[in-house]
Structure formats: structure tokens, C-alpha cells
């Protein structure tokens, strides 16, 4: 399977990317010397489609959009590859004000207000920053979040739901603490999973809700968590064909989703996102080892397919669905995605340790481009006012 995945097609940008440039992020800046910025993003892109569409009309004004900043536009103190710094502490300060009073307008966001303070606690920990600080405000927070049937809704009195129980759980665990632990009722928390249990093998994402595959991620991520009991109970509508785990037919249900392009849906039959691509792979290296699970149930070449046609030249970061314009946020949901198959094509841990040689041991052969990320994140997605933040492309 290795030697098959390194002759897998490789996206724009990593084909044509300078493969000296490495250590991008972490040169210092030179006032003396002038920035080496290679030509892949200095120019239009190498290949264009003669048909014009809405959509390449639309493609064309983002890479003029986006190529000022490659180039370094509106940024100081780039390093000698053309890279500016990390605005570290305008993203701290940003995410630190999220975290506490919103306007009234977010009023109409409150079911979704396990998500504002988990992606703000999630990257002030990437960033450094320690948030044990807001384990008392989360949990009181939190609590009244949580409801007697089980499970975490957005806001007080609303339904539970399977996205606000996975950003509350893991807000819990990133503040730390016995008394964020003991919160969850697992008892509750597993009934309900048992009745979000589907007869075809999939989650629905509430009771009586959709089902798709964040269900099947969200709930794989907190039974494995929690440590919640895997046996079903006699009222899940999933014993009516027969499982009796919460894991049963989950794998394959999974399967189901890959569509005819090679990527991931949301559920069989319909259109191939990166985030449902994410949530697929990352369920499947939950339930076991990614080197087992992705290979047997996906067509892994398709999907290496799929997501290497995600990253654009000269922009360099990815879209989420065919077509579709390059997108900050899908730094995390397609870039999440590469580690997961690496490690499905590198084997067991520990395995590349005997062969150096391996394809995906050196970064220039890597399946994606990590210095055109890097390039795209750092010259088209800070917010370059005192803000700070990061977003979608200059222009959002």
C-alpha cells in the first residue's frame, strides 16, 4: 500500500512548490536581505481551463485577492522566505475576548455556544496560553447545559445534541480538573447515545434528528473519552437489526459515504466535503488503527485523489468541495485529514523508524503541501488590524 500511495497524484501546489523551502514559520525576520519568494506564488496559476464559468470568473478574483499577500503585502518584518510572523498575541487577546461578553447580536448563535468556547479554549492551548483560568466560569456554564436524559445541549433548556456534547466534553477536558470530569453524568450520557444508535450502523446527531457522519465521529470521540459502556441498551432503536454494540455496523455504515469523486458526504448519496471527509477518517482511526480501518473499508487512492485536488496553486491552502474557493477554516478539516492517512499508509507506529527511505519519512515528498499552507495562513488568513483573529481569505 506504500509503494502504491507514493505514485498517488499530488496537489497543485505540492508539485510545484519550491522543495528547498522548509523551515518556513520559523526563520526570524531579515531587514537586510530580500524576501526569496518562489514563483509559484508570485504568478498566476501554471494550468488554467480556456471555458469560463461563473465559478473560474469567481477563482480568478480570489488568486488576485490573495496574491498581493503571498507577496507579502500589508505585512511587516517578513522572514527571507516572505513569510510574516504569527500575530501570537493579537490571536491570544482575540480568542481571550470571546471568551467573555458578546453583543446582543449573537443572541440568535446561543445554541451553538458550546463551540464559541471550545474553539476559543482549543487555541489559546495551541497557542501556549494555560486555561485551567476558566475551569470555574466553564463549569458553571456548562451544567445547566446539560440535561437529565443525557447529553449536552447549546443552551439551557434545548435539546441535547451530538456537535454541542462533543464541543462541551472537550472544553471540559481542556480545562482539566476533577470537578470538569465528574460533571458528565455517564450513566445519562450513555443512554442517550444508545438512542441515537441507528439499525443501519450510523448516529443520528439528536433524537429524531439527522444522521450523518459528524454523528458517527462526535459519538466515537466521547464513547472513547468517557469510557462509555459499548453494549447497547434494550430500547436502542439499533437492536432492531440485531447490534448490540454502539460501534456495530458503524464501520461500515462509514464506508457508505465515500462517494463516486473519492471523497467523503455526510451521508450516502450526496455530495463529498472535507469536513465529513475529516469526521469519516477520524471515526475510523478511533474504532482501530488507522493502517487497518482506512485501507479496508475506504478506496484509499480515490480519497488521496480527492483531497490532494483540494489544495490550489497559487493560493495554497484548500477548498472543502470541488470547485469550490480556498477557505482558512479548511486548514483544519483537510489538513486534519493528512496526518490521519499517512499513518494509514506508514503502518504501525514506529514502523518508518527502520526505513528512512519511505516516501512519506521526507517532507519534500510529503502528499500535500505544508510550506504553501503555511504561506497561505500566514500572508492571506491573520487579520492584520489590533484585532487579530484568523479568517477566511483577505477579504472575509
Same mark, same amino acid.
Given at each position: 500500500?506504500?509503494?502504491?500511495?507514493?505514485?498517488?497524484?499530488?496537489?497543485?501546489?505540492?508539485?510545484?512548490?519550491?522543495?528547498?523551502?522548509?523551515?518556513?514559520?520559523?526563520?526570524?525576520?531579515?531587514?537586510?536581505?530580500?524576501?526569496?519568494?518562489?514563483?509559484?506564488?508570485?504568478?498566476?496559476?501554471?494550468?488554467?481551463?480556456?471555458?469560463?464559468?461563473?465559478?473560474?470568473?469567481?477563482?480568478?478574483?480570489?488568486?488576485?485577492?490573495?496574491?498581493?499577500?503571498?507577496?507579502?503585502?500589508?505585512?511587516?518584518?517578513?522572514?527571507?522566505?516572505?513569510?510574516?510572523?504569527?500575530?501570537?498575541?493579537?490571536?491570544?487577546?482575540?480568542?481571550?475576548?470571546?471568551?467573555?461578553?458578546?453583543?446582543?447580536?449573537?443572541?440568535?448563535?446561543?445554541?451553538?455556544?458550546?463551540?464559541?468556547?471550545?474553539?476559543?479554549?482549543?487555541?489559546?492551548?495551541?497557542?501556549?496560553?494555560?486555561?485551567?483560568?476558566?475551569?470555574?466560569?466553564?463549569?458553571?456554564?456548562?451544567?445547566?447545559?446539560?440535561?437529565?436524559?443525557?447529553?449536552?445541549?447549546?443552551?439551557?433548556?434545548?435539546?441535547?445534541?451530538?456537535?454541542?456534547?462533543?464541543?462541551?466534553?472537550?472544553?471540559?477536558?481542556?480545562?482539566?480538573?476533577?470537578?470538569?470530569?465528574?460533571?458528565?453524568?455517564?450513566?445519562?450520557?450513555?443512554?442517550?447515545?444508545?438512542?441515537?444508535?441507528?439499525?443501519?450502523?450510523?448516529?443520528?446527531?439528536?433524537?429524531?434528528?439527522?444522521?450523518?457522519?459528524r454523528g458517527a465521529y462526535c459519538?466515537?470521540? =466521547?464513547?472513547?473519552? @468517557?469510557?462509555? *459502556? %459499548?453494549? /447497547? !441498551?434494550?430500547? $436502542?432503536?439499533?437492536?432492531? +437489526?440485531?447490534?448490540?454494540?454502539?460501534?456495530?455496523?458503524?464501520?461500515?455504515?462509514?464506508?457508505?459515504?465515500?462517494?463516486?469523486?473519492?471523497?467523503?458526504?455526510?451521508?450516502?448519496?450526496?455530495?463529498?466535503?472535507?469536513?465529513?471527509?475529516?469526521?469519516?477518517?477520524?471515526?475510523?482511526?478511533?474504532?482501530?488503527?488507522?493502517?487497518?480501518? =482506512?485501507?479496508?473499508? @475506504?478506496?484509499? *487512492? %480515490?480519497? /488521496? !485523489?480527492?483531497? $490532494?485536488?483540494?489544495?490550489? +496553486?497559487?493560493?495554497?491552502?484548500?477548498?472543502?468541495?470541488?470547485?469550490?474557493?480556498?477557505?482558512?477554516?479548511?486548514?483544519?478539516?483537510?489538513?486534519?485529514?493528512?496526518?490521519?492517512?499517512?499513518?494509514?499508509?506508514?503502518?504501525?507506529?514506529?514502523?518508518?523508524?527502520?526505513?528512512?527511505?519511505?516516501?512519506?519519512?521526507?517532507?519534500?515528498?510529503?502528499?500535500?503541501?505544508?510550506?504553501?499552507?503555511?504561506?497561505?495562513?500566514?500572508?492571506?488568513?491573520?487579520?492584520?488590524?489590533?484585532?487579530?483573529?484568523?479568517?477566511?481569505?483577505?477579504?472575509?
Amino acid at each position: 500500500m506504500a509503494g502504491t500511495a507514493a505514485q498517488e497524484p499530488r496537489s497543485p501546489a505540492a508539485a510545484v512548490a519550491d522543495s528547498r523551502e522548509s523551515p518556513l514559520a520559523r526563520d526570524g525576520s531579515d531587514a537586510g536581505l530580500v524576501p526569496s519568494i518562489p514563483s509559484l506564488f508570485a504568478s498566476g496559476p501554471p494550468i488554467r481551463d480556456a471555458l469560463t464559468t461563473n465559478s473560474s470568473q469567481i477563482q480568478d478574483e480570489t488568486v488576485e485577492e490573495c496574491m498581493p499577500f503571498l507577496n507579502g503585502a500589508g505585512h511587516d518584518g517578513c522572514n527571507v522566505h516572505g513569510i510574516p510572523p504569527l500575530l501570537r498575541d493579537r490571536h491570544v487577546n482575540f480568542l481571550q475576548k470571546q471568551l467573555g461578553l458578546l453583543p446582543s447580536m449573537f443572541k440568535g448563535a446561543d445554541p451553538s455556544r458550546p463551540w464559541f468556547f471550545y474553539w476559543c479554549l482549543a487555541g489559546l492551548s495551541l497557542l501556549g496560553e494555560d486555561v485551567v483560568e476558566y475551569r470555574s466560569r466553564l463549569i458553571e456554564t456548562v451544567r445547566p447545559m446539560q440535561n437529565e436524559t443525557g447529553g449536552f445541549a447549546g443552551g439551557f433548556g434545548q435539546t441535547s445534541h451530538l456537535a454541542t456534547t462533543y464541543a462541551a466534553v472537550l472544553s471540559l477536558l481542556l480545562v482539566g480538573g476533577d470537578e470538569a470530569y465528574e460533571l458528565v453524568d455517564r450513566r445519562s450520557m450513555w443512554k442517550w447515545l444508545c438512542s441515537l444508535k441507528q439499525p443501519d450502523g450510523g448516529f443520528q446527531m439528536a433524537v429524531g434528528g439527522e444522521e450523518d457522519v459528524r454523528g458517527a465521529y462526535c459519538a466515537s470521540v =466521547i464513547i472513547s473519552l @468517557l469510557n462509555i *459502556p %459499548r453494549n /447497547l !441498551s434494550s430500547d $436502542s432503536p439499533a437492536c432492531s +437489526a440485531g447490534h448490540t454494540d454502539l460501534f456495530g455496523g458503524l464501520l461500515e455504515w462509514v464506508r457508505r459515504c465515500q462517494t463516486y469523486e473519492g471523497g467523503m458526504s455526510a451521508s450516502p448519496g450526496f455530495e463529498a466535503h472535507g469536513a465529513y471527509a475529516f469526521c469519516a477518517l477520524g471515526c475510523l482511526s478511533i474504532l482501530d488503527s488507522p493502517h487497518r480501518t =482506512i485501507p479496508k473499508y @475506504l478506496d484509499v *487512492p %480515490r480519497l /488521496l !485523489s480527492w483531497l $490532494s485536488s483540494r489544495q490550489y +496553486a497559487p493560493e495554497g491552502g484548500f477548498s472543502g468541495r470541488t470547485n469550490k474557493l480556498v477557505d482558512g477554516c479548511y486548514s483544519h478539516w483537510v489538513g486534519g485529514c493528512w496526518p490521519l492517512m499517512e499513518a494509514s499508509l506508514r503502518g504501525p507506529e514506529g514502523q518508518d523508524d527502520q526505513h528512512a527511505d519511505h516516501p512519506l519519512t521526507q517532507a519534500d515528498n510529503s502528499l500535500f503541501s505544508r510550506n504553501s499552507l503555511i504561506r497561505y495562513i500566514f500572508c492571506c488568513c491573520q487579520d492584520l488590524s489590533r484585532r487579530g483573529g484568523l479568517r477566511d481569505k483577505p477579504s472575509k
